[in-house]
């Protein structure tokens, strides 16, 4: 809920929402006859290509683009792909999707599939070869890394942003699936440290014994990784490192549980929750499969898109709005929110006026006014050496407060991109002499 406060107080306190949803059961969406499956890797016609369009796949198929591809995705049906194409992604990212098209027709040979073959046997790196696209996007690639010093996972059963109840859904309807996750967890990496994030309204926290609970009861953005490692574990991360850096892993409840049933009925599940608010403000948790698009979601619920809605994915001050209806649901998908054409608050052109608001809402006490001069000309290391860019947290409060209504977090999300590329082209530089 968004409380804008009135005299004396002058910043507006975004509180984060604590009702319930315990013992309620997300409304299941009915299986797709198509899925869209999105690679995170462009279509390169030098590469030797693994898959084409009219190839059978079989259900729990993994799917590499081409020989020596890193990303994969595992098909939920069994069908023909139908079609290959690009996607824009962020920032001008070209990623990759597939569409397979259910039928009944079995490729001829094996039935069994390398996944289900492998998830006899629990281990770090049968989580990493063929676990990281299920629900909650188990971070198993940080796990798995050979001499990986992560020291602490910290569990998230409190969402992240504002207008999510997925991670919640998990903690306080499945606590025993969620207790057994976590010990088969802790088998499986030896990680000395694991803590709970918690809303304060969960009352019933017997039985995670050994593990530090870290309670949520203040306002946005409380939640973020970045304030949880400074409040709870006082670990300030430097600029330009991550908690990952800092031996921090955080994975999801949602992510727990979807490995511990996967290494307990030897199958990948595909079925993701996901919090779905309307343009009325209603809000619904759902259960549908990874690969359905979201038009098919709003189809199920009876929202109606008119042209120029906005369809905000992953929260209304950390995500993205989408372009297309198409978009799928996504193993890291945990809300959806659709915005009517006429409550949008469109961006402007309008020069910074200098009311401080961003200055005053800052958690990070970056002087956002002065680094989005900079960044607004390309200057993106002054920006991190001068005005703190690499400090930002990512929270979005600074776009939301800004009276002259300039994407100052959309700029601050772009001059990171930048500097990360422009990092990446001096390590290849450096390789190749
Ligand atoms: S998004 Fe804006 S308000 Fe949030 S930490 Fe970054 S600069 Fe500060
Ligand atoms: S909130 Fe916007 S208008 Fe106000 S000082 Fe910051 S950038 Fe300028």
Do not use: W
Not at 187 to 194: E, N, S
Not at 292 to 297: A, D, H, M, Q, Y
Request: charged share 25%; net charge negative.
């Amino acid at each position: 809920m968004i409380k804008r406060s009135f005299l004396g107080v002058k910043k507006p306190v975004l509180k984060y929402d604590f009702v319930e949803s315990e013992g309620k059961e997300p409304e299941q969406l009915p299986r797709p006859s198509s899925v869209v499956l999105l690679l995170d890797e462009p279509l390169d016609s030098t590469r030797i290509n693994l898959v084409k369009t009219g190839d059978q796949v079989r259900e729990n198929e993994k799917i590499y683009l081409y020989k020596n591809s890193r990303e994969y995705v595992i098909s939920p049906i069994q069908g023909e792909i139908t079609s290959i194409e690009s996607y824009p992604g962020e920032f001008g990212d070209i990623g990759t999707y597939l569409v397979v098209e259910k039928s009944d027709h079995e490729r001829s040979g094996d039935t069994k599939t390398d996944v289900v073959e492998s998830l006899a046997g629990p281990s770090l790196d049968t989580a990493e070869k063929y676990l990281k696209t299920l629900p909650g996007a188990p971070p198993f690639d940080v796990l798995a890394e050979k001499g990986s010093d992560i020291h602490t996972i910290v569990i998230t059963g409190f969402d992240p942003d504002l207008m999510a109840t997925t991670r919640r859904y998990f903690l306080s309807n499945l606590k025993e699936e969620l207790k057994e996750g976590i010990r088969v967890l802790k088998d499986l990496t030896h990680v000395p440290k694991v803590a709970v994030t918690v809303p304060e309204t969960v009352e019933d926290r017997p039985g995670f014994e050994g593990m530090q609970l870290m309670i949520i009861s203040g306002a946005y953005p409380e939640a973020l990784p970045l304030m949880i490692m400074k409040n709870h574990l006082n670990i300030t991360v430097p600029p330009g490192k991550s908690c990952v850096d800092m031996g921090v892993c955080f994975i999801s409840a949602e992510a727990v549980i979807a490995m511990a049933r996967a290494f307990r009925d030897k199958t990948p599940s595909f079925e993701k929750v996901v919090t779905v608010t309307g343009k009325d403000g209603s809000r619904k948790t759902i259960k549908a499969m990874i690969g359905t698009r979201i038009s098919e979601v709003f189809k199920a619920l009876n929202i109606n898109i008119n042209e120029n809605d906005r369809v905000i994915i992953n929260g209304p001050m950390q995500g993205f709005a989408t372009f297309t209806l198409s978009h799928p649901v996504q193993p890291s998908m945990d809300s959806i929110i659709v915005q009517d054409v006429d409550d949008i608050q469109h961006i402007s052109d309008y020069p910074c006026i200098n009311c401080g608001n961003c200055i005053k809402i800052c958690p990070a006490n970056i002087p956002v006014n002065l680094l989005v001069r900079r960044l607004e000309a390309n200057m993106f290391e002054d920006a991190a050496e001068k005005f703190d860019l690499q400090s930002c947290i990512e929270c979005g409060l600074c776009s939301y407060v800004c009276t002259a209504r300039i994407p100052l977090f959309q700029y601050i999300r772009l001059g990171k991109h930048e500097l990360l590329q422009m990092k990446a082209e001096a390590e290849t530089e450096e390789r190749n002499g």
